[in-house]
């Protein structure tokens, strides 16, 4: 409850009265945002690539929940960038599905693989499509996103974009050049 609330102070307290420190801790401080105390958990052991059982990290649960501030921490740290959960889902995949271009900008500027797929052979960029995110989209095709990028059953950003009704994602495609 200390780390979902951002409680260091209590974390510091319970650990000094032999309350060991777990990844769930992390994990929890990561979801709800709270970088100070990813960072003291992590310099006090935490593992930064720890995966509950639910396969995911402490960066996939920074990624999803649009924390800046945390992912930058998460990454600085020694986080694996490109560590996929179970449905090989990374970081990076999971910030283009919710739209959180300030959290995708971080991950790409540390190297993160912009082409990685999911096991339903999805891209970044026709997830943002998918979902409407333009800046998003943006952002991954400045990166250098294949914008005609078939997924295996025919699927492009482009037709996901206008099975969905995005216009303004259609315009931005056929202007990279998708067909």
Known sequence: ????????????????????????????????????????????????NKVKDNGLTPLYVGAHNGHETVVRALIDLGADINKARDNAATPLLI???????????????????????????ATPLLIA???GHEAVVRALIKAGADVNKTRDNGGTPLLIAAQQGHAAIIQILRDAGAV
Do not use: F, S, Y
């Open 1 to 48: 409850m200390a780390a979902r609330g951002g409680h260091l102070e209590v974390l510091q307290w319970a650990r000094a009265n032999g309350c060991p420190w777990n990844g769930r801790a992390l994990n929890i401080a990561a979801q709800n945002g709270h970088e100070t105390v990813v960072r003291a958990l992590i310099e006090a052991g935490a593992d930064v």
């Open 95 to 121: 910030a283009a599905q919710n739209g959180h271009e300030a959290v995708l900008l971080a991950l790409i500027e540390a190297g993160a693989d912009i082409k990685k797929e999911d096991d339903n052979a």
């Open 129 to 131: 499509a998918q979902n």
